[in-house]
């Protein structure tokens, strides 16, 4: 239902990533051509319609969602640093074969 919420509000140029961090999920949306005031407006709705889908499942009335606005090239290295955490994240929860045999 996450992935689906997610979906439908990202436009079908934008590209939605969504990984498991222990208790939390993170969601990281790539919105092309896009500039940093516009990202703003998107990720203040995005948030609230997220946080209205999962108060409406169950989630704690104060349950938080931090948001971040990251735009190309002035915070390459904060996006680069995201792109490392969620390729962490996908090796802890889809481990390479090789490495499932070694544990």
Known sequence: ALGREVQNHV??????????????????VVLPETGREG???????FAAKLSEHLHGR???ASAAIATAVLTFPED???????RD???????????????REAS
């Not at 436009?11 to 990281?28: C, K, L, Q, S």
């Not at 390459?76 to 995201?82: H, K, R, S």
């Open 11 to 28: 436009r079908t140029v934008d590209r939605a990533i969504h990984a498991r961090d222990g208790d939390r999920h993170r969601i990281a």
């Open 39 to 45: 990202t703003r407006v998107f990720t203040d709705r």
């Open 58 to 60: 169950g989630a704690a």
């Open 76 to 82: 390459e290295a904060a996006l680069t640093a995201l």
């Open 85 to 99: 955490e969620f390729a962490r994240l996908d090796r802890g929860e889809h481990p390479e074969p090789a490495a």
